[in-house]
């Protein structure tokens, strides 16, 4: 795991969200040579060890590559909340997953776990077809359970996308 952490103290501002969002688009596109429209952004809400703040994930052909939680409120037990005096990024993200891209297999295990993978797939004698991986792969990020209402309906949509049967 990557990760870059910023403290933004009242005389002391380094960047904060806009700036950090730009600096991770213009590294995946400029360095990485992800097309922007390969790029999916989700924000949600990011809580922990007392701490709360916006929380972007950034997804490349369904799989998650990293995210930025910004904290910028201290949470207390009653539920009210206050702004916090030093606002911090964390910024996560799968140094795995840089193979992933830079390499352009199907999921990040074919680069990440190579030995491990294909000692699986000869020793269960599996046939691994890389062209439903790649059709799958970006709706994948789809499949939360704790976020879908009818996980079969989710399974559904994305045989019909992919032209699969379930």
Request: glycine residues 8%; hydrophobic residues 40%.
């Amino acid at each position: 795991m990557l990760g870059i952490q910023v403290f933004n103290k009242p005389n002391d501002y380094k960047f904060f969200k806009e700036e950090v969002i730009e600096f991770n688009v213009r590294w995946l596109h400029e360095t990485l040579g992800v097309p922007l429209d390969d790029i999916t952004f989700i924000e949600d809400i990011w809580a922990g060890g007392g701490n709360m703040g916006p929380s972007i994930e950034y997804f490349i052909r369904g799989m998650e590559v990293g995210n930025m939680v910004f904290m910028q409120y201290k949470t207390f037990h009653d539920g009210s909340y206050e702004e916090l005096d030093i606002k911090i990024i964390d910024t996560g993200i799968g140094l795995e997953r840089v193979c992933w891209i830079n390499n352009g297999s199907a999921t990040s295990y074919m680069d990440t776990f190579k030995t491990a993978y294909e000692w699986v797939v000869e020793k269960l004698e599996l046939k691994v077809d890389n062209d439903i991986w790649e059709k799958f792969g970006p709706f994948s990020c789809t499949l939360n359970v704790d976020e879908s209402d009818d996980i079969e309906k989710v399974w559904a949509n994305i045989a019909e996308k992919i032209g699969l049967p379930v």
